[in-house]
């Protein structure tokens, strides 16, 4: 008896599938996206786009892609084009409202919270507009307020990927962190998997200066991420 994977609708990826539908019902993008493939989904649903395939749900989905990979930003034209084209979908204007602060858009991300709010007073995601709402308009406030604090990028750890996770070793001194600085790529969001790396700054005071070097393959695994080592007092 031939077997089929059921797609159903949850609050992650599938809840977009339209309730459940066989995998043979999908189309490549979609099984892409219900498996968290969102980058190779994206690519799908704009070639659906630019087809004319059912534009206004694509789009949303792109939307959503971008969304759901922690990439709300990239999201907001797909969100637009979406609503345009009369999408079905509820909660469009409400992500769409996310997109829009995501880009430092305040005002408008107010107008489209306070319109879901007005017009959703039964969903789920009507008390989080009204909240999404207040610290929208609270915004330009906060952005606009002064800091005694200055971010400055590290020249040997920064790149254009994510940085992020750092502990010391605590016998050498060297800084460990995590990066996406090459490698394969992950499906989920088209950067690159995480690796661990570490540099003993020539400068400690300033960090700066030093020679990277990636963790050994003992640390470092192919095809997953690695990130947030952290060391005992006697490096364990």
């Given at each position: 008896?031939?077997?089929?994977?059921?797609?159903?609708?949850?609050?992650g990826?599938?809840?977009?599938l339209?309730?459940?539908?066989?995998?043979d019902?999908?189309s490549?993008?979609d099984?892409?996206?219900?498996r968290?493939?969102?980058?190779?989904?994206?690519?799908l649903?704009?070639?659906?786009?630019?087809?004319?395939?059912?534009?206004?749900?694509?789009?949303?989905?792109?939307?959503?892609?971008?969304?759901?990979?922690?990439?709300?930003?990239?999201?907001?034209?797909?969100?637009?084009?979406?609503?345009?084209?009369?999408?079905?979908?509820p909660?469009?204007?409400?992500?769409?409202?996310q997109?829009?602060?995501?880009?430092?858009?305040?005002?408008?991300?107010?107008?489209q919270?306070?319109?879901?709010?007005?017009n959703?007073?039964?969903?789920?995601?009507?008390?989080?507009?009204e909240?999404?709402?207040?610290?929208?308009?609270?915004?330009?406030?906060?952005?606009?307020?002064?800091?005694?604090?200055?971010?400055?990028?590290?020249?040997?750890?920064?790149?254009?990927?994510?940085?992020?996770?750092?502990?010391l070793?605590?016998?050498?001194?060297?800084?460990?962190?995590?990066?996406?600085?090459?490698?394969?790529?992950?499906?989920?969001?088209?950067?690159n998997f995480n690796?661990?790396y570490?540099v003993?700054?020539?400068?400690a005071?300033?960090?700066?200066?030093?020679?990277?070097r990636?963790?050994?393959?003992?640390?470092n695994?192919e095809?997953?991420?690695?990130?947030?080592?952290?060391?005992?007092p006697?490096?364990?």
């Amino acid at each position: 008896m031939r077997k089929f994977l059921l797609v159903c609708a949850t609050a992650g990826s599938a809840v977009l599938l339209s309730g459940c539908a066989t995998t043979d019902s999908l189309s490549k993008a979609d099984k892409r996206f219900a498996r968290g493939e969102y980058e190779t989904a994206i690519q799908l649903y704009k070639a659906d786009v630019a087809r004319g395939k059912n534009a206004p749900l694509s789009n949303y989905r792109i939307g959503e892609a971008y969304r759901l990979s922690n990439r709300v930003e990239q999201a907001e034209s797909f969100y637009k084009a979406a609503i345009d084209g009369k999408v079905k979908a509820p909660d469009v204007v409400f992500y769409y409202g996310q997109a829009l602060k995501a880009n430092g858009k305040f005002d408008e991300a107010v107008a489209q919270f306070d319109a879901y709010g007005q017009n959703s007073s039964g969903r789920k995601l009507a008390p989080l507009a009204e909240i999404e709402s207040r610290n929208a308009k609270m915004a330009n406030t906060i952005v606009a307020m002064q800091t005694n604090n200055e971010v400055m990028a590290l020249d040997q750890v920064n790149t254009p990927a994510a940085e992020f996770g750092s502990t010391l070793i605590p016998d050498t001194k060297e800084l460990v962190f995590a990066s996406g600085r090459e490698g394969k790529k992950y499906l989920g969001n088209g950067e690159n998997f995480n690796d661990l790396y570490a540099v003993k700054f020539d400068d400690a005071d300033k960090m700066t200066g030093g020679t990277v070097r990636k963790l050994d393959p003992i640390f470092n695994t192919e095809n997953k991420h690695e990130a947030s080592a952290t060391y005992t007092p006697t490096v364990r």
